[in-house]
């Protein structure tokens, strides 16, 4: 990919990625809560009916169901969620709107038809995916690596953002150690994570962190799709 477009869309996530934490932490000390991510923000929406919040002179509207604006002097954002965890993917258009809102130099760029021809090479290059009408950045060989998940266990202990449940070993938990060959090694520089700790009679053997984005789609599917949300619908039921 071009290298000014390559920091255009990347430096347009990371300012996304800024505004949820600046509209997180805003949040969390006007309500006096602990939101942390982004599936416990859409909660939170969901129940007080939200899509207006100002916070240190930025204005955040949300639209549509699964859009942001952004507004303050000098500044002006304007995204969608993306998959999973990801707090934004890149849609051309919007990036192109963003640079014009935002007087960017880079004019060429305004037309977000010009960008999307970026990210259709980007995808045909193997650079991007397309996914839910947005594209994403792939990982690098480089980047990946392979966990050493222990052999010998007989229980998973999956810990963090509030919950802790203890699962006995079983099929699914050794398909998803199969399935999770190529993870990103930035899972190790986030912060709201699971950790996963293998235990053999009664000792830790292994952990590591966890999160719907670092991790391969299909032990994604397993993990996040399959074991956390039963156990998340067997405690809404039990409570």
């Avoid at 290298?3 to 869309?9: E, L, S, T």
């Avoid at 690596?145 to 999956?158: C, E, G, R, S, V």
């Amino acid at each position: 990919m071009d290298n000014i477009v390559d920091k255009v869309f990347r430096n347009y996530i990371s300012d996304v990625e800024r505004a949820c934490s600046i509209l997180l932490n805003g949040i969390n000390d006007q309500e006096k809560l602990n939101i942390k991510t982004k599936y416990q923000l859409f909660e939170y929406l969901i129940k007080t009916r939200k899509d207006r919040f100002v916070i240190n002179g930025m204005t955040f509207q949300f639209h549509g169901g699964r859009g942001c604006f952004l507004f303050s002097e000098g500044l002006f954002l304007s995204w969608d969620f993306g998959y999973r965890s990801r707090w934004c993917g890149i849609d051309p258009y919007k990036v192109g709107m963003t640079l014009k809102e935002n007087n960017s130099p880079l004019s060429h760029f305004y037309d977000g038809t010009i960008l999307k021809s970026y990210c259709d090479q980007a995808v045909d290059n193997g650079e991007m995916i397309y996914k839910y009408n947005m594209y994403y950045f792939t990982v690098p060989d480089d980047e990946l690596f392979k966990p050493n998940f222990p052999k010998d266990y007989n229980t998973l202990i999956i810990e963090g953002l509030g919950e802790k449940w203890t699962i006995k070993r079983n099929s699914e938990t050794d398909r998803f150690i199969r399935k999770s060959n190529k993870v990103h090694n930035e899972i190790f520089n986030k912060n709201n994570v699971y950790i996963l700790h293998f235990f053999s009679d009664g000792k830790e053997v292994y952990s590591i962190p966890y999160d719907d984005v670092c991790y391969p789609e299909n032990a994604v599917r397993i993990l996040t799709d399959n074991i956390i949300s039963n156990l998340k619908k067997s405690k809404s039921v039990s409570d």
